[in-house]
C-alpha cells in the first residue's frame, strides 16, 4: 500500500519524545517536546513558525496530556 506523500509529510513534522527518567534536564525535554507535538497537532503552529508558538493550559486538559489538577495555581485554564 503506498502512503500519500502528504500524509508521510504531516507524520514528520511531529517532534520524537524521548522517554523520561527522574532528572529535570529530561524532564524539561520531555514537556517541550509534549508542547511542540500539542501546538502542531491543535494547528496553533507548523515548525518554522515559531511567533505562533502557543499552547494553554486549556489546550493541554483538553487534550489530555495533563489534568486540571496538574495545572499550576493560579495558570489560567
Known amino acids: 500500500m503506498k502512503v500519500p506523500t502528504q500524509v508521510l509529510e504531516r507524520h514528520r513534522r511531529f517532534p520524537s519524545i524521548p522517554n523520561p527518567s527522574p532528572n529535570l534536564e529530561s524532564l524539561t525535554q520531555?514537556?517541550?517536546?509534549?508542547?511542540?507535538?500539542?501546538?502542531?497537532?491543535?494547528?496553533?503552529?507548523?515548525?518554522?513558525?515559531?511567533?505562533?508558538a502557543t499552547a494553554t493550559w486549556g489546550d493541554l486538559v483538553n487534550a489530555g496530556v495533563v489534568s486540571v489538577d496538574q495545572v499550576p495555581k493560579g495558570a489560567r485554564v
Open 30 to 52: 520531555v514537556c517541550t517536546a509534549l508542547k511542540e507535538a500539542v501546538e502542531l497537532l491543535t494547528e496553533q503552529r507548523t515548525r518554522g513558525q515559531e511567533l505562533n
